[in-house]
């Protein structure tokens, strides 16, 4: 079983050894429980130099690795966002003060597959067990030990070849983590999540999750601009794919963007996936899949199918 690590990357420098790039594009929201605005510090834990009020739109363009939360998550981020017809550069705040779009109560995705052999219906598959896993007649390319294998169906890769991609293209955008939004639309993508149901009851048994339990959620629906975007594979360890769509949404929330966050988005964020690192211990939607709500069934296999073929 390959056990990786799939993220999404804003391309930015930074200048700080305690600093790195964020695990994907992240646009969230000020959410602070215990207030109606949060501090803004100019380094991780530093002085307090601003404050933003809950329900401000923020973008996370860096994380501190100096310090973490109880669950493995990064304690500190680094915020920007618009303001007033200016870009600004905020600052840093607590991570586990924003709202960034996580599972809502009643939404129909991810799905969640209990094995490989259950997506076969949906002409992709994920192998994510120490049992031995079918393969469909595609695989897609290696990126690195801790990449995410998949094999695509005949069938699907056809309808999507018609549709403009080629195959590196789709094995990109399938297997981006949280991509759950038409970036031109703003419409939500049918996504799946695989969980290994042994490793599961161990964790919910012991109350301790290590991140092999199950993949991050990634789409089951590739959207069409992104067969116009170019993909970079320059070996193993990574690959991006360039988001040349009418970026009017974000395509990990949903929300809208302003001309100016369009202009952000265009110019520094891309489709990224890393195969480097095993699994941080962090679990997208933990609790949708710890409950055994969304399992997949013959009706939500078909719902995937019919958004598949809208507008053909």
């Not at 690590?5 to 969230?28: D, F, H, K, N, Q």
């Not at 100096?66 to 966002?81: M, P």
């Not at 597959?113 to 031995?132: D, N, R, Y």
Request: some cysteine; hydrophobic content about 40%.
């Amino acid at each position: 079983m390959t056990m990786p690590r799939t993220v999404l990357g804003l391309l930015l420098v930074c200048a700080m050894l305690s600093i790195a790039l964020p695990a994907r594009a992240e646009m969230c929201r000020i959410a602070d429980p215990t207030d109606t605005s949060l501090n803004v510090r100019d380094t991780p834990g530093g002085k307090v130099i601003n404050k933003l009020r809950n329900g401000r739109k923020v973008f996370i363009d860096a994380v501190s690795w100096d310090a973490f939360n109880d669950d493995g998550s990064f304690k500190w981020v680094h915020v920007t966002g618009e303001y007033k017809g200016q870009w600004r550069d905020w600052g840093w705040v607590f991570r586990r003060h924003l709202d960034c779009g996580d599972h809502r109560e009643g939404d129909a995705f991810p799905i969640i597959f209990e094995s490989a052999k259950e997506m076969i219906p949906t002409g992709i598959v994920v192998p994510w067990s120490l049992s031995p896993e079918p393969k469909l007649e595609h695989e897609c390319f290696y990126y690195g030990d801790g990449g995410y294998g998949m094999s695509l169906s005949d069938d699907l890769v056809k309808a999507y070849t018609a549709r403009g991609y080629t195959l590196e293209q789709l094995c990109i955008v399938l297997r981006t983590a949280d991509l759950k939004y038409d970036p031109e639309t703003g419409e939500r993508l049918p996504t799946f999540v695989v969980v290994d149901p042994k490793a599961l009851a161990q964790a919910k048994q012991s109350g301790f999750f290590e991140g092999f339990e199950a993949t991050p959620e990634m789409p089951l629906h590739a959207p069409d601009c992104f067969a116009h975007s170019n993909a970079q594979m320059p070996g193993s360890g990574y690959a991006t794919l360039d988001i040349a769509c009418d970026i009017r949404f974000d395509p990990w929330t949903g929300v809208e963007l302003s001309p100016l966050e369009q202009a952000y988005y265009k110019k520094n964020v891309v489709l990224r996936i890393e195969g480097d690192a095993g699994p941080s211990g962090v679990i997208g939607g933990k609790e949708l899949i710890v409950s055994g709500q969304n399992r997949a069934t013959n009706a939500s296999i078909r719902m995937v199918t019919t958004f598949r073929n809208k507008g053909n």
